[in-house]
Protein backbone atom coordinates (compact mmCIF):
# COMPACT_ATOMS: atom_id res chain seq x y z
CA UNK A 1 0.00 0.00 0.00
CA UNK A 2 1.80 3.15 -1.10
CA UNK A 3 1.23 6.87 0.43
CA UNK A 4 0.41 10.00 -1.50
CA UNK A 5 0.77 13.42 -1.05
CA UNK A 6 -1.49 16.26 -0.96
CA UNK A 7 -0.70 19.96 -1.02
CA UNK A 8 -3.35 22.43 -0.20
CA UNK A 9 -2.84 26.16 -1.35
CA UNK A 10 1.08 26.12 -0.33
CA UNK A 11 2.42 29.60 -0.21
CA UNK A 12 6.18 30.87 0.74
CA UNK A 13 7.29 33.71 1.04
CA UNK A 14 11.15 35.00 2.22
CA UNK A 15 11.60 37.59 3.81
CA UNK A 16 15.20 36.82 4.55
CA UNK A 17 17.34 35.84 1.10
CA UNK A 18 15.88 32.44 0.07
CA UNK A 19 18.57 29.82 0.29
CA UNK A 20 20.19 28.63 -2.40
CA UNK A 21 18.24 25.79 -4.46
CA UNK A 22 19.27 22.70 -1.97
CA UNK A 23 19.10 25.41 0.85
CA UNK A 24 22.25 27.01 2.96
CA UNK A 25 25.24 28.93 2.24
CA UNK A 26 23.44 30.88 5.27
CA UNK A 27 25.41 33.61 6.93
CA UNK A 28 22.80 34.35 9.50
CA UNK A 29 25.30 36.63 11.80
CA UNK A 30 25.11 40.19 11.08
CA UNK A 31 27.22 42.44 13.09
CA UNK A 32 26.56 45.40 12.07
CA UNK A 33 23.55 47.01 11.91
CA UNK A 34 23.65 49.27 8.97
CA UNK A 35 20.86 51.42 7.41
CA UNK A 36 17.70 50.12 7.39
CA UNK A 37 17.71 47.44 4.94
CA UNK A 38 14.56 47.50 2.41
CA UNK A 39 12.57 44.71 3.49
CA UNK A 40 13.20 41.80 1.23
CA UNK A 41 10.29 39.60 -0.08
CA UNK A 42 10.73 36.76 -2.21
CA UNK A 43 7.41 35.04 -2.95
CA UNK A 44 8.97 31.38 -3.80
CA UNK A 45 5.25 29.16 -3.71
CA UNK A 46 2.05 31.03 -4.49
CA UNK A 47 -0.85 29.43 -3.47
CA UNK A 48 0.10 25.90 -5.31
CA UNK A 49 -2.39 22.88 -4.99
CA UNK A 50 -1.32 19.29 -6.19
CA UNK A 51 -2.06 15.90 -5.42
CA UNK A 52 -0.05 12.69 -6.11
CA UNK A 53 -1.22 9.41 -6.21
CA UNK A 54 0.34 6.76 -4.14
CA UNK A 55 2.91 5.09 -6.30
CA UNK A 56 3.06 7.14 -8.60
CA UNK A 57 6.35 8.55 -10.48
CA UNK A 58 5.40 12.44 -10.08
CA UNK A 59 7.66 15.08 -11.92
CA UNK A 60 8.25 18.93 -10.55
CA UNK A 61 9.05 20.50 -14.15
CA UNK A 62 10.65 24.15 -14.23
CA UNK A 63 12.95 26.39 -14.42
CA UNK A 64 15.79 27.44 -11.80
CA UNK A 65 14.00 29.54 -9.11
CA UNK A 66 10.81 28.39 -10.46
CA UNK A 67 9.91 26.98 -6.80
CA UNK A 68 10.87 23.51 -7.07
CA UNK A 69 13.46 23.17 -3.91
CA UNK A 70 10.90 25.07 -2.47
CA UNK A 71 7.87 22.45 -2.76
CA UNK A 72 10.56 19.76 -2.01
CA UNK A 73 11.22 21.51 1.34
CA UNK A 74 7.97 21.95 2.41
CA UNK A 75 7.13 18.39 1.80
CA UNK A 76 10.27 17.50 3.53
CA UNK A 77 9.50 19.39 6.49
CA UNK A 78 12.61 21.35 5.87
CA UNK A 79 10.94 24.48 5.33
CA UNK A 80 8.06 26.27 6.92
CA UNK A 81 4.99 27.13 4.84
CA UNK A 82 3.71 30.83 4.96
CA UNK A 83 0.43 29.75 4.81
CA UNK A 84 -1.07 26.36 3.27
CA UNK A 85 -1.19 22.73 4.24
CA UNK A 86 0.42 19.96 2.98
CA UNK A 87 0.11 16.16 3.93
CA UNK A 88 2.41 12.77 3.67
CA UNK A 89 -0.81 10.18 3.62
CA UNK A 90 -2.86 11.25 6.88
CA UNK A 91 0.08 13.12 8.67
CA UNK A 92 -0.14 16.94 8.25
CA UNK A 93 3.87 17.38 7.64
CA UNK A 94 4.03 20.49 9.76
CA UNK A 95 2.41 19.56 12.86
CA UNK A 96 3.41 15.51 12.54
CA UNK A 97 7.02 15.86 11.37
CA UNK A 98 8.49 13.32 13.02
CA UNK A 99 5.34 11.04 11.54
CA UNK A 100 6.13 12.32 8.08
CA UNK A 101 10.04 11.64 8.47
CA UNK A 102 9.42 8.24 9.20
CA UNK A 103 7.75 8.07 5.22
CA UNK A 104 10.24 10.11 3.39
CA UNK A 105 13.83 9.42 2.06
CA UNK A 106 15.32 12.51 0.15
CA UNK A 107 18.02 13.19 -2.10
CA UNK A 108 19.31 16.60 -2.54
CA UNK A 109 19.80 18.74 -5.23
CA UNK A 110 23.34 19.11 -4.14
CA UNK A 111 24.87 16.15 -2.38
CA UNK A 112 25.22 16.97 1.70
CA UNK A 113 26.83 13.93 2.68
CA UNK A 114 28.13 13.65 6.69
CA UNK A 115 32.03 14.53 5.62
CA UNK A 116 32.96 13.46 8.86
CA UNK A 117 32.27 9.73 8.14
CA UNK A 118 33.12 7.06 5.85
CA UNK A 119 30.59 5.74 2.74
CA UNK A 120 29.82 3.14 4.62
CA UNK A 121 29.25 4.25 8.17
CA UNK A 122 27.01 6.97 6.35
CA UNK A 123 24.60 4.54 5.47
CA UNK A 124 24.83 2.23 8.77
CA UNK A 125 24.69 5.76 11.14
CA UNK A 126 21.34 6.60 9.40
CA UNK A 127 19.58 3.54 9.34
CA UNK A 128 20.40 3.44 13.43
CA UNK A 129 18.77 7.32 13.04
CA UNK A 130 15.48 5.05 11.77
CA UNK A 131 16.02 2.44 14.54
CA UNK A 132 17.16 -0.54 12.79
CA UNK A 133 18.27 -2.77 14.45
CA UNK A 134 22.59 -3.71 13.85
CA UNK A 135 22.10 -6.34 12.43
CA UNK A 136 19.55 -4.95 9.64
CA UNK A 137 21.63 -2.00 8.73
CA UNK A 138 25.07 -3.86 8.41
CA UNK A 139 22.95 -6.22 5.84
CA UNK A 140 21.20 -3.47 4.30
CA UNK A 141 24.21 -1.39 3.51
CA UNK A 142 26.21 -3.71 2.00
CA UNK A 143 23.44 -4.58 -0.24
CA UNK A 144 22.87 -0.82 -1.39
CA UNK A 145 26.79 -0.15 -1.09
CA UNK A 146 26.57 -3.08 -3.77
CA UNK A 147 23.81 -1.82 -6.01
CA UNK A 148 25.18 0.97 -6.50
CA UNK A 149 28.46 -0.09 -7.20
CA UNK A 150 29.88 1.27 -4.11
CA UNK A 151 31.59 -1.55 -2.17
CA UNK A 152 35.06 -1.22 -3.21
CA UNK A 153 35.07 2.41 -1.46
CA UNK A 154 32.62 1.66 1.45
CA UNK A 155 35.30 2.05 3.88
CA UNK A 156 36.62 5.66 2.47
CA UNK A 157 36.13 9.03 3.57
CA UNK A 158 33.15 10.53 1.46
CA UNK A 159 35.38 13.88 1.20
CA UNK A 160 37.58 12.03 -1.67
CA UNK A 161 34.01 10.96 -3.92
CA UNK A 162 33.34 12.08 -7.48
CA UNK A 163 30.55 13.92 -7.40
CA UNK A 164 28.86 11.26 -9.10
CA UNK A 165 29.61 8.63 -6.53
CA UNK A 166 28.58 11.00 -4.06
CA UNK A 167 25.03 11.09 -5.69
CA UNK A 168 25.02 7.62 -5.90
CA UNK A 169 25.62 7.23 -2.03
CA UNK A 170 23.09 10.30 -1.68
CA UNK A 171 20.07 7.95 -3.57
CA UNK A 172 21.23 4.94 -1.40
CA UNK A 173 21.11 6.76 1.79
CA UNK A 174 17.74 7.92 1.23
CA UNK A 175 16.75 4.33 0.44
CA UNK A 176 18.53 2.80 3.32
CA UNK A 177 15.45 3.35 5.76
CA UNK A 178 13.05 1.87 2.95
CA UNK A 179 10.90 5.33 2.74
CA UNK A 180 7.49 4.85 1.40
CA UNK A 181 7.86 8.41 -0.64
CA UNK A 182 11.23 9.27 -2.61
CA UNK A 183 12.17 12.73 -3.39
CA UNK A 184 15.26 13.54 -5.51
CA UNK A 185 15.55 17.01 -6.58
CA UNK A 186 16.84 17.28 -10.09
CA UNK A 187 18.57 14.11 -9.39
CA UNK A 188 20.58 13.76 -12.73
CA UNK A 189 21.92 17.17 -12.43
CA UNK A 190 25.89 16.54 -12.87
CA UNK A 191 25.47 13.05 -14.00
CA UNK A 192 27.45 11.46 -17.04
CA UNK A 193 24.69 9.78 -19.69
CA UNK A 194 25.66 6.12 -18.15
CA UNK A 195 25.07 7.21 -14.50
CA UNK A 196 21.70 9.04 -15.50
CA UNK A 197 20.16 5.64 -17.34
CA UNK A 198 21.20 3.84 -14.20
CA UNK A 199 19.82 6.35 -11.93
CA UNK A 200 16.79 5.90 -14.03
CA UNK A 201 16.54 1.90 -13.97
CA UNK A 202 17.10 2.18 -9.92
CA UNK A 203 14.06 5.08 -10.13
CA UNK A 204 11.64 2.51 -12.08
CA UNK A 205 12.96 -0.23 -9.75
CA UNK A 206 11.77 1.37 -6.76
CA UNK A 207 8.78 2.43 -7.94
CA UNK A 208 7.93 -0.93 -8.89
CA UNK A 209 8.08 -1.73 -5.38
CA UNK A 210 4.74 0.32 -5.10
CA UNK A 211 6.69 3.30 -3.36
CA UNK A 212 5.68 7.53 -4.54
CA UNK A 213 8.57 9.00 -6.47
CA UNK A 214 8.44 12.98 -6.63
CA UNK A 215 11.67 14.28 -8.66
CA UNK A 216 12.15 17.73 -9.59
CA UNK A 217 13.93 18.50 -13.00
CA UNK A 218 14.33 20.93 -15.89
CA UNK A 219 15.38 17.88 -18.28
CA UNK A 220 12.33 17.30 -20.85
CA UNK A 221 13.30 13.69 -21.76
CA UNK A 222 13.40 13.07 -18.10
CA UNK A 223 10.19 14.17 -16.80
CA UNK A 224 9.25 12.57 -20.34
CA UNK A 225 10.33 8.94 -19.90
CA UNK A 226 10.10 8.86 -15.95
CA UNK A 227 7.06 10.45 -15.13
CA UNK A 228 3.60 9.44 -14.91
CA UNK A 229 2.60 12.31 -13.83
CA UNK A 230 3.69 16.32 -14.48
CA UNK A 231 3.49 19.62 -12.77
CA UNK A 232 4.83 22.54 -14.83
CA UNK A 233 6.11 25.11 -12.49
CA UNK A 234 7.20 28.37 -12.56
CA UNK A 235 7.35 31.62 -10.39
CA UNK A 236 6.12 29.63 -7.87
CA UNK A 237 2.79 28.54 -9.43
CA UNK A 238 1.66 25.71 -11.22
CA UNK A 239 1.15 26.36 -14.60
CA UNK A 240 -0.61 23.19 -15.97
CA UNK A 241 -0.09 19.49 -14.75
CA UNK A 242 -1.28 15.98 -16.21
CA UNK A 243 0.07 12.88 -18.30
CA UNK A 244 2.91 14.00 -20.34
CA UNK A 245 0.90 12.86 -23.30
CA UNK A 246 -2.29 15.15 -21.84
CA UNK A 247 0.22 18.28 -21.13
CA UNK A 248 1.76 17.81 -24.64
CA UNK A 249 -1.87 17.78 -26.30
CA UNK A 250 -2.48 20.94 -24.92
CA UNK A 251 0.17 22.85 -27.27
CA UNK A 252 -2.28 24.73 -29.69
CA UNK A 253 -0.74 22.99 -33.27
CA UNK A 254 2.01 20.96 -32.28
CA UNK A 255 4.68 22.04 -34.38
CA UNK A 256 6.57 25.62 -33.12
CA UNK A 257 8.45 27.38 -35.60
CA UNK A 258 10.60 29.84 -33.94
CA UNK A 259 11.40 32.74 -36.83
CA UNK A 260 13.51 35.52 -36.59
CA UNK A 261 13.09 38.52 -39.34
CA UNK A 262 15.37 41.31 -39.64
CA UNK A 263 12.41 43.21 -38.75
CA UNK A 264 8.54 41.81 -37.88
CA UNK A 265 5.64 44.27 -38.29
CA UNK A 266 2.37 43.98 -37.45
CA UNK A 267 0.93 43.46 -41.13
CA UNK A 268 4.02 40.21 -41.30
CA UNK A 269 2.17 38.78 -38.46
CA UNK A 270 -0.99 39.12 -39.73
CA UNK A 271 0.31 37.59 -43.21
CA UNK A 272 1.45 34.67 -41.20
CA UNK A 273 -2.01 33.75 -39.23
CA UNK A 274 -3.80 33.55 -42.64
CA UNK A 275 -0.91 30.49 -43.74
CA UNK A 276 -3.04 27.37 -43.66
CA UNK A 277 -2.04 25.34 -40.48
CA UNK A 278 -1.19 28.06 -38.27
CA UNK A 279 -3.07 28.19 -35.06
CA UNK A 280 -1.13 31.06 -33.66
CA UNK A 281 1.88 33.25 -33.97
CA UNK A 282 3.34 35.77 -31.04
CA UNK A 283 5.73 38.70 -31.38
CA UNK A 284 8.59 39.47 -29.75
CA UNK A 285 11.37 42.23 -29.88
CA UNK A 286 9.88 43.23 -32.66
CA UNK A 287 12.03 40.95 -34.69
CA UNK A 288 10.93 37.49 -33.56
CA UNK A 289 7.90 35.09 -34.02
CA UNK A 290 6.57 32.16 -32.39
CA UNK A 291 4.20 30.16 -35.17
CA UNK A 292 2.12 27.53 -33.52
CA UNK A 293 0.97 25.32 -36.00
CA UNK A 294 -0.33 21.47 -37.03
CA UNK A 295 3.27 21.00 -39.31
CA UNK A 296 6.63 22.05 -39.49
CA UNK A 297 9.10 22.22 -42.19
CA UNK A 298 6.09 22.41 -45.33
CA UNK A 299 5.34 25.99 -43.91
CA UNK A 300 9.18 27.31 -44.82
CA UNK A 301 8.29 28.11 -47.96
CA UNK A 302 5.18 29.77 -47.57
CA UNK A 303 6.84 31.53 -44.85
CA UNK A 304 9.98 32.52 -46.80
CA UNK A 305 7.22 34.00 -49.87
CA UNK A 306 5.25 35.77 -47.47
CA UNK A 307 8.49 37.78 -46.13
CA UNK A 308 9.65 38.17 -49.46
CA UNK A 309 6.75 39.70 -50.98
CA UNK A 310 6.71 42.18 -47.82
CA UNK A 311 10.52 43.16 -48.14
CA UNK A 312 11.37 41.22 -45.53
CA UNK A 313 14.50 39.28 -44.44
CA UNK A 314 14.05 35.86 -42.64
CA UNK A 315 17.35 35.37 -41.20
CA UNK A 316 16.65 32.61 -38.77
CA UNK A 317 14.26 29.41 -38.71
CA UNK A 318 14.10 27.05 -35.44
CA UNK A 319 11.05 24.67 -36.15
CA UNK A 320 10.26 22.20 -32.56
CA UNK A 321 8.22 18.94 -32.99
CA UNK A 322 5.75 18.63 -30.04
CA UNK A 323 7.35 18.47 -26.84
CA UNK A 324 7.13 19.81 -23.03
CA UNK A 325 9.76 22.29 -23.83
CA UNK A 326 7.12 23.64 -26.85
CA UNK A 327 4.74 23.31 -23.87
CA UNK A 328 6.49 25.30 -21.28
CA UNK A 329 7.50 27.80 -23.67
CA UNK A 330 4.42 28.50 -24.99
CA UNK A 331 3.22 28.69 -21.27
CA UNK A 332 5.43 30.96 -20.25
CA UNK A 333 7.15 32.84 -23.15
CA UNK A 334 10.52 31.83 -22.25
CA UNK A 335 12.43 28.42 -22.70
CA UNK A 336 13.71 26.18 -19.97
CA UNK A 337 16.92 27.34 -19.41
CA UNK A 338 16.19 30.93 -19.65
CA UNK B 1 10.62 11.07 22.19
CA UNK B 2 12.28 8.77 20.32
CA UNK B 3 15.20 7.56 22.16
CA UNK B 4 16.43 4.93 19.55
CA UNK B 5 17.25 7.99 17.40
CA UNK B 6 18.73 10.06 19.96
CA UNK B 7 21.35 7.49 21.27
CA UNK B 8 22.00 6.62 17.68
CA UNK B 9 22.86 10.40 16.90
CA UNK B 10 24.91 10.90 20.20
CA UNK B 11 26.70 7.51 19.23
CA UNK B 12 27.54 9.14 15.40
CA UNK B 13 28.81 12.24 17.17
CA UNK B 14 30.79 9.88 19.70
CA UNK B 15 32.41 8.31 16.64
CA UNK B 16 33.49 11.29 15.14
CA UNK B 17 35.20 12.85 18.03
CA UNK B 18 37.20 9.63 19.01
CA UNK B 19 38.22 9.83 15.52
CA UNK B 20 39.14 13.29 16.28
CA UNK B 21 40.82 12.53 19.89
CA UNK B 22 43.98 13.74 19.60
CA UNK B 23 43.39 17.47 17.69
CA UNK B 24 40.52 17.55 19.91
CA UNK B 25 42.82 17.15 22.79
CA UNK B 26 45.74 19.41 21.29
CA UNK B 27 43.47 22.12 20.28
CA UNK B 28 42.04 22.41 23.51
CA UNK B 29 44.68 21.81 26.45
CA UNK B 30 48.26 22.25 25.08
CA UNK B 31 47.53 26.32 25.29
CA UNK B 32 46.58 25.93 28.97
CA UNK B 33 49.25 23.57 29.95
CA UNK B 34 51.74 25.48 28.71
CA UNK B 35 50.26 28.16 30.83
CA UNK B 36 50.17 25.93 33.57
CA UNK B 37 54.10 24.93 33.02
CA UNK B 38 55.59 28.02 32.39
CA UNK B 39 53.78 29.85 35.52
CA UNK B 40 53.35 26.81 37.15
CA UNK B 41 56.45 25.74 37.34
CA UNK B 42 59.13 27.59 35.71
CA UNK B 43 58.23 31.12 37.43
CA UNK B 44 57.28 29.42 40.58
CA UNK B 45 60.28 27.33 40.69
CA UNK B 46 62.33 30.66 40.14
CA UNK B 47 60.87 32.09 43.05
CA UNK B 48 59.29 35.01 40.68
CA UNK B 49 55.67 33.74 41.72
CA UNK B 50 54.74 31.68 45.02
CA UNK B 51 54.51 28.36 45.69
CA UNK B 52 51.06 29.03 46.07
CA UNK B 53 49.77 30.13 42.87
CA UNK B 54 49.56 26.27 41.54
CA UNK B 55 46.55 25.75 43.51
CA UNK B 56 45.25 29.17 42.48
CA UNK B 57 45.97 28.30 38.83
CA UNK B 58 44.89 24.88 38.68
CA UNK B 59 41.44 25.15 38.76
CA UNK B 60 41.63 28.48 36.52
CA UNK B 61 43.81 26.46 34.06
CA UNK B 62 40.85 23.38 34.31
CA UNK B 63 37.99 26.25 33.75
CA UNK B 64 39.39 27.13 30.52
CA UNK B 65 39.99 24.11 29.26
CA UNK B 66 36.27 22.84 29.83
CA UNK B 67 34.49 25.94 28.60
CA UNK B 68 37.31 25.42 24.92
CA UNK B 69 36.76 21.92 24.92
CA UNK B 70 32.63 22.61 25.29
CA UNK B 71 32.30 25.01 23.17
CA UNK B 72 34.37 24.02 20.02
CA UNK B 73 33.10 20.74 20.51
CA UNK B 74 29.64 21.73 19.50
CA UNK B 75 30.23 25.23 17.67
CA UNK B 76 33.13 24.21 15.06
CA UNK B 77 30.95 20.85 13.81
CA UNK B 78 27.87 23.44 13.73
CA UNK B 79 29.33 25.79 11.74
CA UNK B 80 31.07 23.20 9.18
CA UNK B 81 27.71 21.10 9.00
CA UNK B 82 25.46 24.46 8.70
CA UNK B 83 27.44 25.68 5.50
CA UNK B 84 26.42 25.26 2.24
CA UNK B 85 27.18 21.67 1.91
CA UNK B 86 24.40 21.52 4.49
CA UNK B 87 25.67 18.38 6.28
CA UNK B 88 23.77 18.38 9.03
CA UNK B 89 20.31 18.05 6.86
CA UNK B 90 20.92 14.21 6.98
CA UNK B 91 20.28 14.32 11.10
CA UNK B 92 17.34 17.03 10.50
CA UNK B 93 15.79 14.53 8.60
CA UNK B 94 15.73 11.88 11.52
CA UNK B 95 12.49 10.69 12.92
CA UNK B 96 13.20 12.90 15.78
CA UNK B 97 12.10 15.89 16.72
CA UNK B 98 14.98 18.95 15.55
CA UNK B 99 15.26 20.19 18.85
CA UNK B 100 16.65 16.88 20.33
CA UNK B 101 19.52 17.06 17.75
CA UNK B 102 20.41 20.20 19.67
CA UNK B 103 20.20 19.02 22.99
CA UNK B 104 22.35 15.87 21.61
CA UNK B 105 25.08 18.22 20.47
CA UNK B 106 24.51 20.14 23.47
CA UNK B 107 24.74 16.55 25.19
CA UNK B 108 28.05 15.36 23.77
CA UNK B 109 30.11 18.94 24.11
CA UNK B 110 29.30 18.56 27.59
CA UNK B 111 30.78 14.81 27.84
CA UNK B 112 33.78 16.57 25.92
CA UNK B 113 33.84 19.33 28.23
CA UNK B 114 33.84 17.16 31.24
CA UNK B 115 36.50 14.70 29.79
CA UNK B 116 39.23 17.75 29.16
CA UNK B 117 38.62 19.48 32.39
CA UNK B 118 39.32 15.41 33.83
CA UNK B 119 42.01 15.21 32.18
CA UNK B 120 43.72 18.74 32.95
CA UNK B 121 43.74 17.42 36.65
CA UNK B 122 46.46 14.86 36.33
CA UNK B 123 48.37 16.84 34.00
CA UNK B 124 48.77 20.00 35.41
CA UNK B 125 49.72 18.05 38.23
CA UNK B 126 52.53 15.85 36.60
CA UNK B 127 53.50 19.91 35.08
CA UNK B 128 53.74 21.74 38.27
CA UNK B 129 55.52 19.08 40.20
CA UNK B 130 54.96 19.29 44.49
CA UNK B 131 53.18 22.38 45.75
CA UNK B 132 50.24 21.82 44.63
CA UNK B 133 47.41 21.77 47.44
CA UNK B 134 43.88 20.33 46.18
CA UNK B 135 41.21 19.34 48.54
CA UNK B 136 38.87 16.99 47.16
CA UNK B 137 36.63 17.44 50.48
CA UNK B 138 33.70 18.18 48.81
CA UNK B 139 32.88 16.08 46.24
CA UNK B 140 28.93 17.27 45.30
CA UNK B 141 30.01 20.36 44.85
CA UNK B 142 32.80 19.79 42.76
CA UNK B 143 30.86 17.81 40.42
CA UNK B 144 27.72 20.36 40.05
CA UNK B 145 30.14 22.99 39.12
CA UNK B 146 32.13 20.58 36.61
CA UNK B 147 28.11 19.94 35.68
CA UNK B 148 27.26 23.32 35.20
CA UNK B 149 30.42 24.65 33.46
CA UNK B 150 30.37 21.67 31.24
CA UNK B 151 26.93 22.91 30.21
CA UNK B 152 27.19 26.32 29.75
CA UNK B 153 30.46 25.77 27.68
CA UNK B 154 28.14 23.55 25.51
CA UNK B 155 25.15 25.81 25.35
CA UNK B 156 27.31 28.49 24.74
CA UNK B 157 28.59 26.70 21.56
CA UNK B 158 25.61 25.71 20.19
CA UNK B 159 24.95 29.97 20.17
CA UNK B 160 27.47 30.65 19.07
CA UNK B 161 27.85 27.99 16.02
CA UNK B 162 24.68 28.70 15.05
CA UNK B 163 24.90 32.56 14.63
CA UNK B 164 28.99 32.60 13.55
CA UNK B 165 29.57 31.85 9.50
CA UNK B 166 32.76 29.80 8.68
CA UNK B 167 34.39 32.64 7.87
CA UNK B 168 33.71 34.20 11.01
CA UNK B 169 35.52 31.53 13.29
CA UNK B 170 38.53 33.64 13.57
CA UNK B 171 36.66 36.66 14.88
CA UNK B 172 34.54 34.32 17.18
CA UNK B 173 38.28 33.45 19.14
CA UNK B 174 39.51 37.17 18.96
CA UNK B 175 36.56 38.85 20.00
CA UNK B 176 34.64 36.41 22.06
CA UNK B 177 36.99 34.09 23.65
CA UNK B 178 40.35 35.67 24.06
CA UNK B 179 38.59 38.74 26.37
CA UNK B 180 36.66 36.14 28.20
CA UNK B 181 39.96 34.03 28.93
CA UNK B 182 41.82 37.43 30.10
CA UNK B 183 38.70 38.54 32.01
CA UNK B 184 37.46 34.92 33.71
CA UNK B 185 39.28 35.10 36.79
CA UNK B 186 41.38 31.69 35.72
CA UNK B 187 44.97 33.23 36.13
CA UNK B 188 43.98 35.06 39.43
CA UNK B 189 41.49 34.95 41.94
CA UNK B 190 38.38 37.31 41.73
CA UNK B 191 39.12 38.55 45.06
CA UNK B 192 42.69 39.96 43.25
CA UNK B 193 40.56 42.18 41.25
CA UNK B 194 39.59 44.73 44.69
CA UNK B 195 41.78 46.87 43.25
CA UNK B 196 39.91 47.51 40.19
CA UNK B 197 36.33 47.85 41.79
CA UNK B 198 34.81 48.91 38.35
CA UNK B 199 36.05 45.54 36.75
CA UNK B 200 36.21 43.45 39.21
CA UNK B 201 32.20 44.32 38.80
CA UNK B 202 32.26 44.45 34.67
CA UNK B 203 33.53 40.77 34.82
CA UNK B 204 30.49 39.63 36.40
CA UNK B 205 28.70 39.05 32.92
CA UNK B 206 31.47 36.86 31.80
CA UNK B 207 30.46 33.27 32.70
CA UNK B 208 33.76 31.98 32.82
CA UNK B 209 34.30 34.03 35.89
CA UNK B 210 32.00 31.68 37.97
CA UNK B 211 33.73 28.54 36.54
CA UNK B 212 37.15 29.15 37.43
CA UNK B 213 35.71 30.87 40.91
CA UNK B 214 33.55 27.49 41.37
CA UNK B 215 35.99 24.96 40.81
CA UNK B 216 38.59 27.27 43.16
CA UNK B 217 35.87 27.20 45.26
CA UNK B 218 35.30 23.67 44.97
CA UNK B 219 39.29 22.82 44.95
CA UNK B 220 41.50 25.43 46.66
CA UNK B 221 39.25 28.24 48.43
CA UNK B 222 41.09 31.63 48.85
CA UNK B 223 40.06 34.16 51.31
CA UNK B 224 37.54 36.66 49.73
CA UNK B 225 36.08 33.70 47.34
CA UNK B 226 32.83 34.34 45.76
CA UNK B 227 30.04 32.37 48.01
CA UNK B 228 29.35 28.79 46.38
CA UNK B 229 25.43 29.83 46.47
CA UNK B 230 26.19 33.05 44.37
CA UNK B 231 28.32 30.78 42.17
CA UNK B 232 25.57 28.03 41.98
CA UNK B 233 23.13 30.34 41.21
CA UNK B 234 25.04 32.47 38.56
CA UNK B 235 25.65 29.49 36.64
CA UNK B 236 22.26 27.53 36.64
CA UNK B 237 21.21 31.17 35.14
CA UNK B 238 23.75 31.28 32.55
CA UNK B 239 22.86 27.72 31.58
CA UNK B 240 18.85 28.29 31.33
CA UNK B 241 19.75 31.36 29.27
CA UNK B 242 22.44 29.89 26.62
CA UNK B 243 20.29 26.70 26.24
CA UNK B 244 17.48 28.79 25.65
CA UNK B 245 19.28 31.08 22.60
CA UNK B 246 20.96 28.26 21.32
CA UNK B 247 17.66 26.22 20.79
CA UNK B 248 16.36 29.31 19.58
CA UNK B 249 19.05 30.21 17.03
CA UNK B 250 19.60 26.30 16.41
CA UNK B 251 15.81 26.34 14.81
CA UNK B 252 16.27 29.67 13.25
CA UNK B 253 19.06 27.93 11.16
CA UNK B 254 17.74 24.72 10.45
CA UNK B 255 14.13 25.37 8.90
CA UNK B 256 13.84 27.60 6.39
Known amino acids: ?338 | MNWKTFFALLSRDAHVARRNLLPMLLQNLLQPLLFTFVFGRVMTTSHMIPESYKSILLPGVMAISMVLAGVQAVAMPLIAEFQFTREIEDRLLAPIDIGWLAVEKVAIGMIQALFAGLVVIPAAWLLMGSGLKLDFGKPFEFAAVCLLVALFSSAGGLALGCSVGPTQIGLMFSLVLAPMMMFGCAYYPWSALSSFPILQIAVLINPLVYASEGLRGALAPVPGQMPMAAVLGALIGIDVLLLVLGLKKFHRKAVS
Request: a neutral charge; proline letters at 5%; charged letters at 25%.
Open chain 1, 1 to 338: MGIGIRIENLRKVYDTPPPMAARGAGFSFTPVKSAPKKKLEVVALDDVSLEIGAGEVFGLLGPNGAGKSTTIGVLTTRTQPTSGRAFIGEFDIWKEQVKAKRLIGVVPQRPNLDFALTAREILVFHGAYFGQSAREREKRADDLLEKFKLTDRATHMVRTFSGGMMQRLSIARAMMHDPEVLFLDEPSAGLDPQTRLLLWDIIRDYNRLGKTIVLTTHYMDEADTLCERLAIIDHGRIISQGTPAELKATIPGGYLLRLRFDRAPEELMAELRKLPGVTEVRTADHIAADVYADRGGQLIGPIVNTANAAGIELCDVHIAEPSLETLFLHHTGRSLRD
